[in-house]
């Protein structure tokens, strides 16, 4: 069974601070990806990775960065959080070339 | 616009009835798409995918593409308490591997 972990379930963070969200994927999978989900907009592709040291901006990068430094691990950072990136953060795996990406449990996210 | 758009209800059916959801796409150059089935607090997974037009059928669940229309549909049948949960297509939009996923609909099945 394909398995995706996230760091954490929930988080609570205050404004300006940086925040760490780490994602691990134990199949092999080149690429990985960063969503974050909000009701009535679906699944936004923040990240993309097609292999280590490799990223591509999604359709929302704008506040965030991220770092692969290993296959199975990709990380997204906020620089310094804001109150309008509070939101459910999903993390995704595939294998490179195929459509079918493998989900993490997600992250719920609140920054006060 | 969207590239994929979806309703995002929620829709609440009675125990048995049949489920109904549907996206619609505005790119003529898409071929395959997806279903993907969301439980609260978890990550989605994929349910379905087909291919181009035509029906694909999965034991109580079916999907469809009408291309001609760029409109492609979820039916679930015999809907059960254990179906609710919010649903959401998708289709890729690169050689990569990426997705463009619709809002998602939320479905719950009441018993």
């Known amino acids: 069974d394909v398995k995706v972990t996230q760091s954490s379930r929930y988080l609570v963070k205050r404004t300006g601070e940086k925040v760490f969200l780490e994602c691990v994927q134990d199949m092999d999978h080149e690429n990985m990806f960063w969503y974050r989900q909000d009701p009535g907009l679906g699944l936004r592709l923040i990240y993309f990775?097609?292999?280590?040291?490799?990223?591509e901006k999604g359709d929302i990068p704008e506040g965030y960065s991220v770092s692969r430094e290993k296959k199975e691990r990709f990380s997204l950072i906020l620089e310094s959080a804001s109150t309008n990136q509070t939101s459910m953060y999903l993390c995704?795996?595939?294998?490179?070339?195929?459509?079918?990406?493998?989900f993490g449990p997600g992250t719920r996210l609140l920054v006060l | 616009q969207k590239e994929v758009e979806q309703d995002p209800g929620p829709l609440s059916v009675p125990e048995g009835a049949i489920v109904s959801l549907n996206c619609t796409y505005s790119?003529?150059?898409?071929?395959?798409f997806m279903w993907y089935r969301q439980y609260s607090r978890k990550g989605p997974e994929l349910l379905m995918y087909t291919y181009s037009s035509g029906n694909k059928e999965d034991g109580r669940f079916t999907a469809q593409v009408d291309k001609s229309s760029k409109y492609i549909s979820l039916f679930i049948r015999d809907s059960q308490p254990s179906d609710s949960a919010t649903y959401l297509c998708a289709t890729p939009t690169d050689s990569w591997g990426k997705l463009q996923f619709g809002a998602g609909t939320q479905v719950v099945v009441t018993p």
């Open positions: 990775s097609y292999d280590v040291k490799m990223k």
């Open positions: 790119n003529s150059a898409f071929q395959y």
């Open positions: 995704a795996s595939s294998l490179v070339g195929r459509e079918t990406q493998y």
